[in-house]
Each structure stands twice: as C-alpha cells, then as structure tokens.
C-alpha cells in the first residue's frame, strides 16, 4: 500500500508559475512509476504527465508538454509537477498516483494503470 500526499497547489493568474509536490510512503519509492492526473469541474480525470523510476523516461499530455515538467527525487521520496505558463485551462484539482506494478511503462499511461491516488490539490488559474 501506498500513501500519497500533494502540496504546493493555490491561486495564480495567466502565465504564472506553480509547482506540485508528492510526498510518498508505504512502500519502496524508487521501485515504482508515479503520474499526475488532473479533473477539471465536469471534466473526467485527465492524464498529466508520468515518469518511470529512474526520473529518466516520461510522458506528457499534449496540452501541458513544453509546459509543464514532472520529476522525482527517490532520496525524498517525492515527486515533483513544475507548472510555467499557466493557462485558466490548467484549472483543476491535480492528482499524484502511483503505479506500484511497475518501474515504467513502454507508452504512455493510462488511468486505469495507477493503483494509489493521493487525496488531490487544487490549483486555479485566473485570467
């Protein structure tokens, strides 16, 4: 089992800066890939972006890439979401999961891979 735990989400206008943070435990971190997700108001859950254990492969969703960075830090057990130029778009509730049956995937992930999920963190961008 898995704990996860975000931080760092808040208010921002158009073009700002944020970044996520997870904080993982339960089990061994750098064993496993993690992603981050994210459900606007009516929107289903979308794939964010992911990273294998090492922090040396990932994955971006097309609306965030050249955007947003993903990264982990096995020696805190935490993996990052760096967010520039945010758009009112990227409003959401953003969700860190892991995918503990794996150290990283050959495509891109989907939902259904991801076994944990934290508890989410809100970030809303203003215009």
């Known amino acids: 089992q898995v704990q996860l735990v975000e931080s760092g989400g808040g208010l921002v206008q158009a073009g700002d800066s944020l970044r996520l943070s997870c904080a993982a435990s339960g089990r061994a971190f750098s064993r496993y890939a993690m992603g981050w997700f994210r459900q606007a108001p009516g929107k289903e859950r979308e794939f964010v972006a992911g990273?294998?254990?090492?922090?040396?492969?990932?994955y971006y969703a097309d609306s965030v890439k050249g955007r947003f960075t993903i990264s982990r830090d096995n020696t805190k057990n935490t993996v990052a979401l760096q967010m520039n130029s945010l758009k009112p778009e990227d409003t959401a509730v953003y969700y860190c999961?892991?995918?503990?049956?794996?150290?990283?995937?050959?495509?891109?992930?989907?939902?259904?891979?991801?076994?944990?999920w934290g508890q989410g963190t809100q970030v809303t961008v203003s215009a």
């Open positions: 999961a892991a995918d503990v049956r794996t150290t990283g995937w050959t495509s891109k992930p989907e939902e259904a891979d991801f076994g944990s």
């Open positions: 990273i294998n254990w090492t922090g040396r492969s990932t």
